[in-house]
T-cell receptor
Framework: GQQVMQIPQYQHVQEGEDFTTYCNSS?????IQWYKQRPGGHPVFLIQ?????EVKKQKRLTFQFGEAKKNSSLHITATQTTDVGTYFC??????????FGTGTRLTIIP | DAGVTQSPTHLIKTRGQQVTLRCSPK?????VSWYQQALGQGPQFIFQ???????QRGNFPDRFSGHQFPNYSSELNVNALLLGDSALYLC?????????????FGPGTRLTVT
């Protein structure tokens, strides 16, 4: 079945540094979604990408969908303490269920 | 605009028992999906309900069953609980089956099986 892996599993950054998490799927995706889960909280939808090579920005966050629609990345510029949490990518492959990635836990050193 | 609500918040059960978790979708949404999230892992898809029918199912045994009511709310039932069923159970609502669509998650029910 479809597998979605994320790297790194953990990332500790100094406040103000940049952060990137990478998402790789074993199958071609019809779309990719990104969620953020704060410690003790539930996943919150951030964005969805559908087109090959698509790039979307939300303030300090930049999301990219690969040309082959099998990988994606999330880049945060100048991290802040409010960025703490686990970032999950999730994708659909055809009519299959939404499969979540393994997640990247981001911690910020003040 | 009410978001997704789930009850109860926490639950402690004993092995072999049965449990029912409840979910009310976000106002205007008609599709409910259930996920199991073990500690330190990503959510794993259990099943999805639309128009009171199970539309998709993940790799979970028949001990996991569900129901959707005419008002779009949903229940997740787990029979013969195992220690490994201890997890955060998340309900997510969305609109329709034709994607792509974003999902709104509820706060979850933390189930502990002893």
């Amino acid at each position: 079945g479809q597998q979605v892996m994320q790297i790194p599993q953990y990332q500790h950054v100094q406040e103000g540094e940049d952060f990137t998490t990478y998402c790789n799927s074993s199958t071609t995706l019809s779309n990719i979604q990104w969620y953020k889960q704060r410690p003790g909280g539930h996943p919150v939808f951030l964005i969805q990408l559908v087109k090959s090579g698509e790039v979307k920005k939300q303030k300090r966050l930049t999301f990219q969908f690969g040309e082959a629609k099998k990988n994606s990345s999330l880049h945060i510029t100048a991290t802040q303490t409010t960025d703490v949490g686990t970032y999950f990518c999730a994708g659909h492959s055809g009519n299959e269920k939404l499969t979540f990635g393994t997640g990247t836990r981001l911690t910020i050193i003040p | 605009d009410a978001g997704v609500t789930q009850s109860p918040t926490h639950l402690i059960k004993t092995r072999g028992q049965q449990v029912t978790l409840r979910c009310s979708p976000k106002s205007g949404h008609d599709t409910v999906s259930w996920y199991q999230q073990a500690l330190g892992q990503g959510p794993q898809f259990i099943f999805q309900y639309y128009e009171e029918e199970e539309r998709q199912r993940g790799n979970f045994p028949d001990r996991f069953s569900g129901h959707q009511f005419p008002n779009y709310s949903s229940e997740l039932n787990v029979n013969a609980l195992l220690l490994g069923d201890s997890a955060l159970y998340l309900c997510a609502s969305s609109l329709g089956l034709a994607g792509p669509y974003e999902q709104y998650f509820g706060p979850g029910t933390r189930l502990t099986v002893t």
